[in-house]
């Protein structure tokens, strides 16, 4: 589980995954996954506890 993204950085995120170069397809699990090359690297909290979450602290 994941805390809400703060709406800029969504939208930071979402553009650097809409300008990534697709690089394939995957499926896992009944579920479809994109491959993609991009530098981007997003920097999270994991937190502890009966529910693991994660917390998006900040994108370069």
Known sequence: MSARLDPV???RIG?????????G???AEGETYTRIQTDLV???L???GR???LTVTRMR
Do not use: Y
């Not at 553009?15 to 690089?23: D, R």
């Open 51 to 53: 529910h693991g979450t």
């Open 46 to 48: 994991a937190g502890s």
């Open 42 to 44: 997003v920097e999270v």
């Open 15 to 23: 553009e650097a995954l809409t300008a990534a170069e697709v690089l």
């Open 9 to 11: 950085l969504a939208g």
């Open 25 to 27: 397809e995957r499926r």
